[in-house]
Each structure stands twice: as C-alpha cells, then as structure tokens.
C-alpha cells in the first residue's frame, strides 16, 4: 500500500488526491492535510462571496474527500505541529499544496501606514478567513486606490461597490457585510502601470461591473488603443477590450445618477503612500510602454486615498526545511521535484498563476512523477503513524466527518438566502463539530 500525503486541501491538493486514485486505485492511501479546520482552501476563502457558481467546484472535491481511501486531517500546521522530516518518514511521498496565501509586498515608501492592505488580508477579511477575520478596514473615507489590473483587483472593486441586495445569495460573512453597506467610499480608482492591452481581467469578470446598481465604470477614452490594434489580442483579451471600450462610452447622464464610480487609471505606476499614521494619497507616476514593459515619464501626480488595496500577487509560506525561491516566491522545484519524496504542485510549485483548473494537469503531472520515482510502496506507516503521533503531541485533528457537521452549523446561522454564515474562528470550528 502506497502512503501519500499532502499538504493543502484546496483545489491543487485534491484534483492531486484524484490523480493518485486514478494511478494506484485502491493501492493508495491519500491524507490531506490543513492548518484550518475547513477543507477547500481558495474555494472558501478566496474565491469572491458573489461567485457562488465557481465556489460549486468544492462538490467535485467533496466526492474525492469521501472516497474509502482519502481522508482530511484538519486543524494541523505542518512545520509547527508536525515536521516536513517526520512525514517523509512515515509517508512514501508527500506534496505541498499549499497554495499562495502571502501577499506579495508593495515595497514603497509608506506602506507601514494604517488602511493600507494586501488582497490577501482584504478577501481573506470578506471571506471569513480566520487569520483576517479581524482586519476591521476603515471605510469611512470616500476614496479607494485598487492596485492591479487582474481579476483579483476587480472583486474588490466590485465588492466595495455592491449593494446589500446584491449581495443576496452569496457567502460574504456578516461582519464585511455590514460594514460595506455601511461605507462612505465613493470613489474607487483602478490603477495599473500598463494599458488596456495589458490587462490580466477577464470578460465575465469585468462585464460585472457594467451591471452593478450603484456604480459606473469610468475610462478615459485616450488610454484607449486604435481600435484596429485590437485585432492582433488573443479573442479573450480583445473581449475584455471591448468592455473598457463600452465603459468609455458611458453617459455622462448615467453617471449622474450612481453614487460611486469606479475609474480604471492605465499607465499609472504608484510610487509612494503618503499621510500621517494613515495613509491619505497615493504619489503616482506617469508611465508609456517601451516593448511591452512600463517606464516611467517623470511626470508625477497624486490620488486623494482613504484607503489602499495592494493586489499586485502572492507568495507561498515557506516551511521549515524546505527550499524555497524567495525571489519567485514559492518552493525551489524542477517540475514538482523538491527533495527525494518531497514534491509540489499548484501555486505552490509554479506560483500564483493560471485558473482553479489549471491545477489538475498539475496535479496529474506530480503523480506521474512519484509513480516514476516510487515504482513500488517503500513500507512506511502512513496514517496509522501519524495518528500515534499526533496523539502523543495533543493534537486537535479535524476529521472531514467533522467538517461536515461544521458545514450544517454554518447553514443554520445563515441570514435569509446565504448559503452558509461562516465561523472565522477556529475555536467556534471546533466547537461546532460537537
């Protein structure tokens, strides 16, 4: 029998447990590891509270998670509870899945200063993640700077925006709910060093913003390309395209008549944070593209901002005894390889890049190459020796039975039409599993 074990249970980890059924049938044992008490990983606390349809993905896992050979072991922090050395040696292979959770820094002048944020830390706050659960951003000012030009930047424009009927539905947690509702922000500016040709936004999710009750897109139509130029983008950017070009058109009488305006800045480089103890403008610099690359102009302006959200990218959480790039931000790895019996797939492997389903063929791929490197089972203990282990340590694992009574308890509290209202805090997780 083949033990393997891996490290996340987002969509890498388990798409990874699927291969390995697929490639050993029911001569694997698979145990996927968590840190939370709570499967699914940047399906729950990722993924936008109003993309219901994607969050659905998690029902494919979920027949995964209930197969006679993989089980979840919640609630354990490799590198603190349990060593990287004490699983390579009770498991015949073990893959880190574990995703990026680390905002990747801004590195400019200012950015200690308060209500300035990583998109991390800001979805993780709306999305009820323990560790940000208590972020308690301040929106009592009127203006948002949005660094980034991917989608992540546009949930969070979107989701500054919204109504609470709009926000039927989803699974935004209450605290970010009301709290939304209540914000005094009225501007939110989109900024991205490059141009429109540029952007990493794709059509479904920036055609949300054209349809949004209280709020307008804004573009300026000189940052917009020939429109003959936009013949040479591949047909999912040229779509994109086609919505900045809609937004550029908008009336003026339309706007008069939303509360909040959503203006995308192009060729706009930030360079400094600027207030006293919270952060109040952002210094900006002018930009033009040279080979596809941002320079800079010399010409400087700055943006009022009552609050900044830095959605520029993330890094993996390195772990004791793993090699890790730090410049890449994620682990040392020639296609999955890391050590002998260590691997990684997902973002973890190849960094913050690619949609939830780019991670299967990963996920794929990282089997194949343990099946190469173990053709046979090397005789280690698996679960049976980690649970001698963790019982001898007191530790709290979470099975996914427990899971599941914890997902009940979730749908109990919800308001009326939310699926679930989340705990965001572990304690509370535990608690509720009885």
Excluded at 138 to 154: E, F, P, Q, Y
Aim: with cysteine; net charge negative; hydrophobic share 40%.
């Amino acid at each position: 029998m083949r033990h393997i074990a891996i490290i996340g249970s987002g969509p890498a980890g388990y798409y990874t447990a699927e291969a390995a059924q697929k490639q050993w049938g029911d001569d694997v044992k698979v145990d996927i590891f968590d840190r939370l008490p709570v499967p699914y990983g940047l399906i729950r606390t990722g993924v936008a509270p109003d993309h219901q349809s994607i969050k659905g993905v998690s029902r494919r896992y979920e027949q995964t998670a209930l197969s006679d050979n993989v089980s979840f072991v919640g609630n354990v922090t490799i590198g603190e509870d349990v060593s990287i050395d004490e699983l390579l040696g009770l498991y015949d292979a073990v893959v880190l899945a574990t995703g990026a959770p680390r905002d990747r820094g801004l590195d400019l002048p200012g950015d200690h200063l308060r209500n300035v944020h990583g998109s991390a830390a800001f979805v993780g706050w709306y999305n009820g993640h323990p560790e940000f659960a208590a972020l308690d951003p301040d929106l009592s000012g009127d203006t948002a700077v949005v660094i980034g030009m991917g989608n992540v930047a546009l949930d969070v424009a979107r989701i500054l925006s919204k109504t609470r009927e709009e926000f039927a539905g989803s699974d935004i947690v209450g605290h970010a709910l009301e709290a939304l509702v209540a914000s005094k922000i009225r501007r939110i500016v989109v900024l991205g060093r490059r141009g429109p040709h540029q952007i990493m936004m794709t059509p479904k999710e920036l055609g949300e913003l054209g349809h949004l009750t209280r709020a307008a897109p804004r573009v300026d139509p000189a940052d917009l390309p020939d429109v003959g130029e936009d013949a040479l983008l591949e047909p999912g950017l040229r779509k994109s395209v086609n919505h900045l070009r809609s937004f550029a058109a908008i009336p003026e009488s339309h706007r008069a008549d939303v509360d909040i305006e959503v203006e995308f800045d192009f060729f706009a480089s930030p360079r400094a944070l600027l207030g006293e103890g919270k952060v109040e403008a952002i210094e900006v610099e002018r930009t033009r593209i040279e080979n596809g690359r941002a320079v800079g102009t010399g010409e400087f302006y700055e943006i009022p901002a009552s609050l900044v959200v830095a959605c520029i990218g993330y890094r993996t959480a390195p772990i004791p005894g793993v090699p890790f790039d730090e410049r890449a931000g994620r682990f040392a790895n020639d296609e999955g390889r890391i050590l002998p019996g260590l691997y990684c797939v997902g973002w973890a492997r190849r960094g913050p890049s690619g949609t939830i389903g780019t991670n299967r063929p990963d996920g794929f791929g990282v089997v194949e190459r343990i099946a190469e490197d173990m053709p046979a089972p090397a005789g280690r203990k698996g679960r049976e020796g980690f649970d001698a282990l963790a019982a001898a340590r007191g530790l709290e694992v979470v099975t996914f039975r427990d899971w599941k009574k914890i997902e009940e308890a979730e749908a109990a509290r919800a308001r009326d039409g939310a699926p679930r209202e989340k705990f965001v805090d572990v304690a509370e997780m535990i608690r509720a599993r009885g």
